[in-house]
């Protein structure tokens, strides 16, 4: 009896260890990069551009927050593949940083399985749940440790500053009492823009990135015509020259501005 | 009798050879290796956290410890770190000012000024892009080895603050306390700059401000020191935006962040007379900025800005209402707010709510 016992699980042994292995599906990893450009551009702080209404305007910052990035599936039922929870991206690099500009904020997501996808899904902002947060509640490197604005009670999704030739001089003035700058700080639950972008993707063994290119000249196309004065579809920067969203405030421009992040990305 | 001679002899020549030896060693510059016994474990510290602040991220290789804290009060406190034992750290960093010296810049040992004002230490284990006006150094335990060194400030050497240590045996029992060493050749400036840097953590807000109180909903603000609230964090329409809230943001009315907040005028920004952050990152889109220091405890720590150029807060105040100085990287928030003087006094209301009551 008990040389059959042992030579039952001797057996039992052989044939479990003979036993085909479940397939593993393969993974690939997938670089998201993200880029600016202005009108074709590459997008540079201090660096002058000319706005739609022909005056000459420079940025010192450009970020933004993204949520819940995920692909699309091909496939009848439409899956998602969750890539990113939340990012913090910055495009604000100067002249001496080209080679930084040029190459983008790449954001690197492993492990995601082989197969083709017919869109990617991006939440412009932090997404409701975690704009309930604060900084304090994550450790350093976390992207929610930064922007937020207490005020609100929201973190700042976009921020998007400069300044411009306002009294169309031929100069920029910074600061003091004839400052030409501007800020669009834009927050809040109310303003949170979830975009999906459809464009074949095919996730091989190879790697390739999916870029997303930002032209930030698009985030002030304006279709409201009370922040339009001169009529060109464009926000009227030297009327309004910034925006706090606010739990009370005036969402007409935060709002346009993400909801513009549809239209002025694009992806290759 | 000869027997006892012989022996009485002997002993007198290990006396003297005793004697001897413990004067070369004592006289060549060298530790005295004294074995050292740790009186027990050190205990771990536990630090307050007040109400909606986030938990501190401590080194792995420099946890708290009861004893680490008091050993770093001490050296914080000890003139034994300066080259004529004059100063220490709380010459620059008084306690009751807000652990700042109220100068315009501060002075070391030969009354040489430095080039910059003392940065309050209040919630200073926070501060994780940086530290000093400009950034240079990352830790707490980096930041503390440098003024002891520096000719402007404590002026001394660091190998004879270690030996000056070594010697001490309360210091050579404190160091066995905190640290667990066995033996005096490990009581090494590394050890010194962690003890500071574990009473520099433990210096966190009281979260007894009248702003804290507020906040947890146990006091109520007056109506000037809470429209000042309001100008400060731009809740409601009605009430200006001063704009402050987005470089001082609670809890700790700092993002850490640098900027640059328009105090020095520079036509180009090669023009800049401190060039701060810039000379430590070497982009010149960096010239000019300088890290957002806290508010809390404002009212404690005049004169402000990087060279104490504002004697009060309300020359702070005006600066910032005026749009600052003209310069090409100027942070663009920094614009003229068009406050009037009844809403500058109550946005100083609410500033006065940032100091500790403790």
Redesign the interface.
């Known amino acids: 009896m008990k040389y059959f016992a042992l030579l039952l699980l001797a057996s039992s042994l052989f044939i479990l260890g003979c036993e085909d292995k479940p397939d593993e599906q393969p993974v690939t990893s997938l670089d998201l990069i993200w880029k600016a450009n202005y009108d074709g551009e590459t997008f540079l ?2 660096k002058d551009y000319i706005y739609p209404d022909g005056r000459k305007i420079q940025f ?2 450009f970020n933004f927050f993204v949520s819940d990035i995920a692909l699309i599936s091909s496939d009848a039922n439409g899956a998602r593949t969750e890539l990113v929870e939340v990012d913090f991206v910055d495009l604000s690099y ?1 002249e ?2 080209l080679a930084a500009a040029e190459e983008g904020k790449k954001i690197n997501i492993k492990d995601l399985p082989l197969g083709e996808y017919s869109g990617i899904k991006i939440g412009f902002g932090v997404q409701a749940d975690l704009n309930r947060s ?7 490197g976390h992207p929610l440790t ?1 922007n ?4 609100w009670s929201s973190y700042i999704f976009s921020m998007i ?3 411009a030739d306002m009294d169309n001089d031929g100069e920029i ?5 004839d ?1 030409e ?3 669009y ?1 834009s927050g809040t639950d109310e303003v949170y823009n979830e975009v999906t972008f459809d464009q074949e993707i095919i996730l091989t063994d190879t790697n390739a990135p999916i870029t997303l290119n930002i032209n930030v000249a698009k985030l002030f196309i304006n279709a409201n015509v009370n922040f339009d004065e001169n009529g060109d579809g464009y926000l009227d920067i030297e009327t309004f020259r910034g925006t ?1 969203s ?5 969402f007409t421009i935060p709002t346009t501005i993400m909801n513009n992040f549809s239209s002025a990305v694009t992806i290759e | 009798m000869s027997k006892n001679r012989k022996t009485n002899n002997l002993f007198i020549v290990f006396l003297i050879l005793t004697t001897g030896w413990i004067w070369c060693i004592s006289c060549s510059g060298d530790t005295p290796y004294l074995v050292l016994s740790p009186s027990t474990p050190p205990t771990p510290y536990e630090l307050p956290q007040p109400w909606g602040f986030g938990k501190m991220e401590i080194p792995e290789d420099n946890p708290m410890t009861v004893q680490g804290v008091e050993l770093g009060q001490q050296l914080f406190f000890d003139p034994i770190l300066s080259a004529d034992s004059s100063m220490s750290c709380r010459s620059c960093h008084f306690p009751d000012r807000g652990f700042t010296d109220n100068l315009p810049v501060s002075r070391g040992i030969h009354g040489t000024s430095g080039l910059r004002s003392s940065m309050s230490l209040v919630n200073v284990g926070y501060m994780d892009t940086g530290l000093f006006w400009d950034g240079r150094v990352m830790s707490l335990e980096a930041q503390a080895l440098l003024p002891v060194a520096d000719s402007s400030e404590l002026a001394h050497q660091w190998s004879r603050v270690e030996w000056n240590l070594r010697k001490d045996p309360t210091y050579r029992q404190a160091f066995s306390d905190a640290f667990g060493i066995t033996d005096t050749a490990a009581l090494t400036r590394d050890l010194v700059v962690k003890a500071i840097a574990q009473y520099e953590r433990s210096l966190v807000s009281s979260g007894n401000s009248r702003y804290d109180r507020f906040r947890a909903g146990t006091l109520e603000l007056t109506p000037d020191e809470a429209i000042g609230y309001d100008l400060f964090f731009d809740i409601s329409p009605e009430v200006k935006d001063a704009e402050c809230g987005n470089c001082h943001n609670a809890p700790l009315f700092t993002t850490n962040e640098f900027v640059n907040n328009g105090v020095q005028p520079a036509k180009t920004l090669a023009d800049f007379k401190d060039l701060g952050r810039g000379a430590v990152t070497g982009n010149r889109y960096d010239n000019g900025k300088f890290r957002i220091p806290t508010l809390r405890n404002i009212t404690l720590t005049a004169p402000y800005m990087h060279d104490g150029r504002f004697a009060t807060l309300e020359e702070v105040i005006d600066h910032y209402n005026e749009g600052g100085q003209i310069s090409p990287n100027i942070h663009s928030l920094v614009r003229p707010l068009g406050l009037t003087e009844k809403e500058k006094g109550q946005l100083l209301a609410f500033l006065r709510t940032l100091t500790d009551e403790e």
């Open positions: 702080t201090f010192n910052n100067d001496t940083q604060k900084p304090t509640d994550y450790g350093s930064r937020f604005w207490d005020g500053e400069g300044a003035v910074t600061g003091g009492a400052t700058s501007f800020t700080h706090h606010g739990p009370n405030g005036d």
